[in-house]
């Protein structure tokens, strides 16, 4: 075997090089030395061992392809199912229109049409007008002039209007056109995207209408509705405001708060306001007082909160207004005449009492103690018959049982005598008036004098 190249060590280095370093080593192998000896005898185990290493690596190969293939094919079908999904997902769909000098000759709509239309690219074919039918007879001149502007090579930007679905509803679509220019600048088409917009624009619409029945109440409320911002400054205000302050909306949005506020009303106010600005209460309630551009003073109930936005942090603060000055004036009118009664009522020489159906008292004048020697307090609750004297008990209680039969502030005159806390009897000229339904008094008023000297007077002369 001498003079047989050695090539065994050559195998790693061939092992990692190309096809032609493995064919040059097969090649010198296989030729004959100077002896006429064949290489393939001396070198038959180099051979076999790079056989074996060959498979071992073809194997590995293919191991190493399979799995590539595999990864690639899963790659493909997990982008192949998003790219579905996607598709699925949208519903915008895009047509397109060539153009033939300036005229369109021709439009193809793409299949996702039927998602938002309810027809079919076919059914666009077949008709050629159906993509002006479908649209809402209010809406066409709007589409048609933007049709006629890109035909012009005008770029009209995105279009809203409605479609009549195959299936009769009506539905808001936007249309977006990009046109298509030859190289001299000739419109050559042009491309749309229709997207379907109806859910926003019925959002659109519900809130407008609910914007616009919330102005109109806040316009007619009877009562003043006023928004400020958290300076006091007045933004907002609605009729009921203007007509009560005799200010104009522009006058009033101009001033704060505490300009037409009495002064130890607004201090009393900002109070209750910071509280309300921390978020410490929800709503505030008072009375105060505002200046008129004419300078009178009016008083008004406030309620006040604040409008948050969805962090919580307050956005303005609205204040529903009540006028209080006529309830007021009437409060103050009812005191003077309250007091005024009162003053009639102690100095008056005639004594007013008030009894229930059974003649109890429930309300008796200061002038009783003067006639009667009783105080109001001693006599209240207690039974007006007790006190009437026996032999006029009987026609007295058939006169009230009469009057309590009466209507409404009916009257009844009447003599009797009443006993006197001291034991004598006080000769009475009364007038009594059923109240018993009136909604504040409930009972029947006697209004009586005391006749005892002047009936004395009567019987003296009779004597003489």
């Known amino acids: 075997m001498s003079g047989i190249p050695p090539l065994l060590h050559e195998l790693p280095a061939l092992l990692s090089g190309d096809g032609a370093s493995i064919e040059t080593f097969v090649r010198n192998a296989l030729q004959t030395n100077g002896s006429g000896q064949s290489a393939r005898e001396g070198n038959a185990d180099a ?20 799995a590539l293939h595999s990864e690639r094919a899963e790659r493909e079908r997990t982008i192949e199912a998003r790219y579905r999904h996607l598709l699925e997902a949208i519903t915008d769909y895009t047509f397109t229109v060539t153009v033939q000098h300036g005229n369109a000759v021709h439009t193809k709509h793409s299949a996702n049409c039927v998602a938002i239309t309810g027809y079919t690219s076919q059914e666009y074919e077949i008709r050629s007008a159906l993509w002006y039918e479908m649209i809402f007879p209010d809406d066409r001149d ?12 005008e770029n009209t930007g995105a279009l809203e209007h409605r479609i009549i679905h195959k299936n009769g509803s009506i539905r808001w679509v936007k249309n977006t056109p ?20 109806t859910e926003r624009k019925e959002t659109e619409l519900a809130l407008r209408e609910s914007e616009e029945r919330f102005r109109f109440i806040v316009e007619q409320s009877p009562i003043g509705i006023k928004l400020l911002s958290h300076n006091n400054r007045i933004l907002k205000v609605n009729a009921t405001i203007c007509k009560l302050l005799g200010y104009t909306e522009q006058e009033l949005t101009r001033l704060y708060a505490q300009d037409i506020t009495m002064p130890e009303d607004f201090r009393r106010e900002q109070v209750l306001l910071k509280q309300l600005l921390a978020g410490e209460v929800d709503e505030i309630e008072l009375e105060k007082r505002y200046y008129t551009k004419s300078g009178d003073i009016i008083w008004a109930n406030i309620h006040s909160r604040y409008l948050r936005g969805e962090d919580g942090k307050p956005l303005v603060r609205i204040s529903i207004i009540e006028n209080l000055t006529p309830r007021k004036l009437a409060e103050e009118a009812l005191r003077t005449s309250e007091e005024r009664l009162r003053a009639l009522m102690q100095n008056a020489n005639d004594a007013v009492v008030i009894t229930d159906a059974e003649g109890n008292f429930t309300y008796l004048s200061p002038s009783v103690a003067r006639m009667f020697y009783y105080s109001p ?18 026609r007295i209680k058939a006169l009230f049982l009469k009057l309590v039969e009466m209507p409404l502030s009916a009257m009844e005159t009447m003599q009797y005598r009443f006993k006197r806390a001291d034991g004598s009897w006080a000769e009475l000229e009364a007038v009594s008036t059923n109240l018993l339904k009136h909604r504040v008094i409930r009972g029947l008023v006697t209004n009586a004098r005391d006749i005892s000297k002047r009936h004395r007077q009567g019987q003296d002369t009779d004597e003489e």
């Open 377 to 394: 307090e001693m006599l209240l609750g207690k039974n007006a018959y007790s006190y009437i004297h026996p032999d006029d008990l009987e």
């Open 178 to 197: 990009v046109l298509r220019l030859a190289d001299n600048g000739d419109v050559i088409g042009y491309d749309g995207l229709i997207a379907d917009i």
């Open 47 to 66: 051979l076999i061992t790079l056989y074996r290493r060959l498979m071992e690596r073809n194997e590995a190969l293919e191991q190493s392809l399979k």
């Open 142 to 153: 709007a589409v048609v002039h933007q049709a006629e502007c890109l035909l012009r090579g």
